[in-house]
Structure formats: structure tokens, C-alpha cells
């Protein structure tokens, strides 16, 4: 067992990092098998050796890759015999568009949504740097950035009208089978769905039944998941 992931974690071992999701999807695809180590958000030395302080991170043998588009890349080139995340060298570059869409334009749109609710998904050791990090970068406290939630879910379900086109008429943005490009979006989605009960999407949604598809694929990995906020 060659590759070692250090994937984020919360309260009782839940991992519900949407980037990590990415990673953890992208691995299931290649059906690589992986040593699991859990970061918490403030033991971020375990990760010293990456050079950088962010999850996730892989280790195969002597290399390391940390970002998850980069783990993906990098898995897609080092394991060339095992199912293609991306396709094709157009599919990789549509996909890294995709990647910078949601990173920039959607994750924006969940956080005021269910920042809050994620507080209460983060171990008890790690509260005082949740809570105070995130409200350094929002300015407010996470109860006020998270307030109004109501009025804030139209600009969000709005933004993912470009995959909403596409999964209404086929299973996958991928096609008819899920690539990278669904796992990108899928992590934020997962992120929610693992930490807060708040409904992002109506049933009929066609994003909600991608969701639900791909919670299925890869032996339903991402189903298995204990959801965080039903524990927390």
C-alpha cells in the first residue's frame, strides 16, 4: 500500500472537508487503495513535511502532492492504467475550469449557508481556532454570517445553473459516468450534506438527483459516511 492521505477531520473521525471529498472520490475512481491519516484543524503538523499547512495531502512513496486538483492530476498521470478521471487532455482542462468555478464562485455561496452548522461538527480541541479563523476572515461572528440563511439560498442554487443544464439530461456532468468534474462539486455538496441540515437544493432538483448518484457510485463510499451533524 504505496500511497498515504491525509484527509481533515472533525468531531468523532468525521471527514466532511470538501476538498477532501475531491481526493477521496478521485481515489475510489482509480480503486486505489490508500493508508488513511486524520488531521485535525489545529495538528497540521502531521503535515509539515508537504511544505504547506492545508489538507488534503497524498504521499506515494517518495512524492507528495497536496491541493486536490493537483492530487487528482497527478494520480490521472502516475496511474495511467486505471480508469481516466478526467478522459481526455480537453476533459482534464474543462474540469480544471470547473475546479476554479466552484472554488470561486459556488464554495462562497455554501459557507454563509452552514458555517455555523459545521462549528458543531468540529472536535471540542479545535472550536477556539474554528471559531476564531473563521470570523477573522468573515468579519463577524459565524452565528451572523450564517444569519438570513433564507434569503441568501437563491444566489446559491442560482450558481449552479451551468451543472443544472448538464446533469437534467445526462447522469454525470462526465456522461454517463461520473469524472473528476463531478467529484469537484460533489465535495461541496457532501461538505453540506455531512454537516448541516439545512436543504440546499428541492428534491426535484435535477442537482439533487446527481447528488444521490453519486453518493451510489464507487460501491457508495460517500453514502457510508456517517453524517456529522447527526452526531455532533
Same mark, same amino acid.
Given at each position: 500500500?504505496?500511497?498515504?492521505?491525509?484527509?481533515?477531520?472533525?468531531?468523532?473521525?468525521?471527514?466532511?472537508?470538501?476538498?477532501?471529498?475531491?481526493?477521496?472520490?478521485?481515489?475510489?475512481?482509480?480503486?486505489?487503495?490508500? /493508508?488513511?491519516?486524520?488531521?485535525?484543524?489545529?495538528?497540521?503538523?502531521?503535515?509539515?513535511?508537504?511544505?504547506?499547512? $492545508?489538507?488534503?495531502?497524498?504521499?506515494?512513496?517518495?512524492?507528495?502532492?497536496?491541493?486536490?486538483?493537483?492530487?487528482?492530476?497527478?494520480?490521472? #498521470?502516475?496511474?495511467?492504467?486505471?480508469?481516466? !478521471?478526467?478522459?481526455?487532455?480537453?476533459?482534464?482542462?474543462?474540469?480544471?475550469? !470547473?475546479?476554479?468555478?466552484?472554488?470561486?464562485?459556488?464554495?462562497? $455561496?455554501?459557507?454563509?449557508?452552514?458555517?455555523?452548522?459545521?462549528?458543531?461538527?468540529?472536535?471540542?480541541?479545535?472550536? #477556539?481556532?474554528?471559531?476564531?479563523?473563521?470570523?477573522?476572515?468573515?468579519?463577524? *461572528? $459565524?452565528?451572523?454570517?450564517? /444569519?438570513?440563511?433564507?434569503?441568501? $439560498?437563491?444566489?446559491?442554487?442560482?450558481?449552479?445553473?451551468?451543472?443544472?443544464?448538464?446533469?437534467? #439530461?445526462?447522469?454525470?456532468?462526465?456522461?454517463?459516468?461520473?469524472?473528476?468534474?463531478?467529484?469537484? !462539486?460533489?465535495?461541496?455538496?457532501?461538505?453540506?450534506?455531512? *454537516?448541516? *441540515?439545512?436543504?440546499?437544493?428541492?428534491?426535484?432538483?435535477?442537482?439533487?438527483?446527481?447528488?444521490?448518484?453519486?453518493?451510489?457510485?464507487?460501491?457508495?463510499?460517500?453514502?457510508?459516511?456517517?453524517?456529522?451533524?447527526?452526531?455532533?
Amino acid at each position: 500500500m504505496a500511497i498515504t492521505f491525509y484527509d481533515l477531520c472533525g468531531k468523532d473521525r468525521a471527514r466532511f472537508s470538501p476538498y477532501g471529498w475531491r481526493t477521496r472520490m478521485a481515489l475510489a475512481h482509480k480503486g486505489l487503495d490508500y /493508508a488513511l491519516e486524520l488531521v485535525t484543524f489545529t495538528d497540521k503538523e502531521k503535515i509539515a513535511f508537504s511544505g504547506q499547512k $492545508l489538507v488534503p495531502v497524498i504521499r506515494d512513496g517518495e512524492t507528495v502532492v497536496s491541493d486536490s486538483f493537483a492530487i487528482a492530476a497527478y494520480l490521472e #498521470d502516475a496511474y495511467g492504467d486505471r480508469p481516466s !478521471l478526467f478522459g481526455s487532455a480537453e476533459g482534464r482542462g474543462m474540469a480544471k475550469a !470547473l475546479n476554479g468555478y466552484v472554488d470561486r464562485m459556488v464554495q462562497p $455561496l455554501i459557507a454563509p449557508l452552514i458555517v455555523a452548522d459545521v462549528f458543531a461538527c468540529v472536535g471540542e480541541t479545535c472550536k #477556539d481556532y474554528f471559531r476564531t479563523s473563521r470570523e477573522q476572515r468573515f468579519g463577524m *461572528t $459565524l452565528e451572523a454570517f450564517q /444569519a438570513g440563511r433564507d434569503e441568501k $439560498l437563491a444566489a446559491f442554487r442560482t450558481a449552479l445553473e451551468p451543472v443544472r443544464l448538464v446533469v437534467k #439530461d445526462q447522469p454525470f456532468i462526465g456522461g454517463v459516468a461520473p469524472t473528476y468534474a463531478d467529484y469537484i !462539486l460533489f465535495g461541496s455538496m457532501q461538505w453540506a450534506r455531512l *454537516t448541516s *441540515t439545512f436543504r440546499l437544493v428541492e428534491s426535484d432538483d435535477p442537482i439533487h438527483a446527481w447528488v444521490d448518484r453519486l453518493l451510489d457510485a464507487h460501491g457508495g463510499v460517500a453514502r457510508e459516511e456517517p453524517i456529522a451533524a447527526q452526531v455532533a
